[in-house]
């Protein structure tokens, strides 16, 4: 709403508090979200569904995609600065810090791992444990805990917490970094989301070597480091397979449900509705213990909700995404950060539903709006001339260099 009236009051203003124009990627993100929804809407048509589930699904969609659109227009329009959403998240870093010593004696002092259930779970949801205050949770079959913290489940809470620490890397204040790093570390290891873990291993120092492209010293330290690789290529290969192998076998149980939601998916998806697909998730077998099909992936989950036409509507404005920032991550830190985020979403579409976890990553799809006005300033900056934002503190020149 905020965006929506600084775009109306726009024309009234002066110049220079105006906002700059929508960055192309912000406006492919929001048709591709409304893409999402017509394809709902057909197939809830096709598949003879009815008024009042499209209308529940409608809903539905504006609570879960089409943040993901809302979110990065917001951060496109508004003069927000990220070093503002970083503190933000170093002072929930210092909160989670003061809190942990409670969730950790939890379940050995005897307290319940349900709190409560929030009266807010009347406005509707798709479940209770959106709303439940948890302590703590028991593993299925070897009773030790894990913990999800404000997460509706263990491994979201592992991606909220790669989130915060690629956040909190940027805090300029040693102090609220190392809070916010060591707030962001504890929570991944304390969920226990083996997907946290990789994340944490690969994002950063890939998103770091692609904003250092444009110096030459990435070049000559990647040379020979590319040739020892292709030296070591049949190691490398063993080691992976090893770590694939042990990625899986940690919770074995949880991987063949996954697997087998995943093949009922595509195989419903392509024998039955291909293109617009079935329009609602439906639970499966007692094979997968009657989870929903396409859940915990949000590519098999589009596929089979919403068919090719809503798996394109979330492949194209990501590929976009990934142009957009990278280039800009050459001459900017936001455009790092903003990658960094693509790339974490991307790793968690494959194990995760994007959309029912938006109003947790929002800060992800807020940076990466920033980074598309960022760009807008870098692309209409003239030679010569410092373009700044009304709000932010540092102008863009031409050259990229921050000033």
Known sequence: MMAAV?????????PHLRPPPLHTLILIWLLAMLVMLFALIVGHFLNELGLPKTIKSSIGWAKGWALLALFPLAGAVLSIRPEVIYRAICRLGLQTLLLIPLFLVAPFIGLPGLLYVSPLKIVG?????YFAVILYTLEPGAGTPRWQFFAPWSPAAGMIAVVHILCALEEKHPGWKIIGVLAGLLLALLCQSRLALVALAIVWPFCFGVSRLRQAWTWFAAAPAILILGLLAPQIQTLLDQLIEG????????SRVRAALGRIAMERWRNEAPWFGHGIVENGPHLVEYMPIGSHHSWYGLLFVKGLVGALALAIPLAASF?????LSLYESIGRVALSMLLLLTLYSFGENLEILSYLYWPALMLIGIAARRAVLRRSALPGLAVSAPGDRSAVSVSGQAE
Request: aromatic residues 12%; glycine residues 12%.
């Open 247 to 254: 990625f899986t076998s940690a919770r074995a149980d949880s």
């Open 6 to 14: 600084t775009l109306y009051i726009a024309p009234a203003r002066p």
């Open 323 to 327: 142009w957009v920032v990278g280039k």
């Open 125 to 129: 949801g798709s479940g209770p444990e």
